[in-house]
């Protein structure tokens, strides 16, 4: 793996790990989704989108909280329309990413319900883990975050092995100058064999202009510390969705975390990937609304 950190330093990160893309090639809608300011009477979910995403894979689920909640859902840095303006100079990955969530809530004025897919996944549990008291509940769809089979057994160890060695060699390709060769193995990856040439001709060109981006966020997840048993301090109502065609990694990721988190919950469906929240909004919708309105209804509770 020598010769993967050294070229994966020349993008910014040392290690690389896996994200984004589930079954059918689903391309996320590249309209901006604004920046609500909550109402009164009504709790906010924001919703961080999957790497080579943006927060337009979130209108399936909008029309599934609009009568309860003011949904934000913003696109990361480097992706949507925060690319288009320019804004993504500067450091990327997980830790900033959290930072940059976690000053949006600051804004906001008030602790939020997090949803979290893929990559984003792992940013919002990053962010729940520093600033656990912002957060009412926690949504975690098809998480990301690979860096926590490091540290379980020789099984979790091959899957996460598996992963990296898939992005690695997404880290040769690249560095030698096979762009739309580093893609499609990303693709292929998480969408199954022949997604990439399946795929659009304009969703190709996206993806391919966004890879350094892409690759940036694949090394933040290797690089990522932490252990299952620091989960512990994440108090809040928690709900892992994950598909069973996701690859075995990202299943193995959504049960483990559902099981360190006080009060995790798991569910499992069958027949989907790990792009669920674009190719299965209508299953993946009503679980995150009822998780959320379970969440608020004991939240209330408590506070009477």
């Known amino acids: 793996m020598a010769g993967l950190g050294s070229l994966v330093a020349r993008r910014r990160a040392a290690a690389v790990a896996a994200s984004a893309a589930g079954r059918p090639v689903s391309e996320p809608v590249s309209r901006p989704m604004p920046e609500l300011v909550p109402g009164p009477e009504r709790s906010v979910v924001v919703a961080v989108h999957d790497s080579a995403s ?3 894979q979130w209108r399936g689920l909008a029309g599934h909280l609009a009568p309860h909640f003011d949904l934000n859902a913003p696109d990361l840095p480097g992706y949507g329309h925060v690319a288009c303006r320019g804004a993504a100079a500067g450091p990327r990955g997980v830790p900033a990413d959290a930072r940059t969530l976690l000053g949006l809530i600051r804004r906001i004025g008030q602790p939020v319900h997090l949803v979290g897919h893929g990559y984003g996944a792992a940013v919002v549990l990053r962010a729940a883990l520093e600033r656990p008291g912002v957060v009412l509940s926690l949504t975690l769809v098809s998480p990301a975050a690979y860096h926590l089979l490091r540290g379980e057994g020789p099984a979790e160890r091959r899957l996460f092995g598996g992963v990296m060695d898939v ?11 096979d762009r739309t060769g580093a893609v499609a193995r990303f693709v292929d990856l998480w969408q199954g064999p022949g997604a990439w040439a399946r795929s659009r001709a304009g969703g190709r060109t996206r993806l391919v202009g966004e890879l350094d981006r892409v690759l940036d966020d694949l090394a933040s997840l290797a690089s990522e510390r932490g252990r299952l048993t620091e989960l512990a ?5 928690a709900l892992a969705i994950v598909g069973l065609e996701a690859p075995a990694a990202t299943v193995r990721v959504a049960e483990l975390v559902a099981e360190a988190l006080p009060s995790g919950v798991l569910r499992r469906l069958p ?11 209508h299953l993946v919708g009503p679980m995150i609304a009822a998780h959320l309105l379970a969440a608020e209804r004991g939240r209330l509770s408590a506070a009477a």
């Not at 027949?271 to 909004?281: C, E, S, Y």
């Open 54 to 56: 943006d927060g337009g």
């Open 167 to 177: 992005v690695a060699s997404m880290a040769v390709a690249a560095a030698g100058g």
């Open 233 to 237: 301090g994440i108090g809040c109502p």
């Open 271 to 281: 027949r989907v990937g790990h792009m669920a929240p674009l190719t299965d909004p």
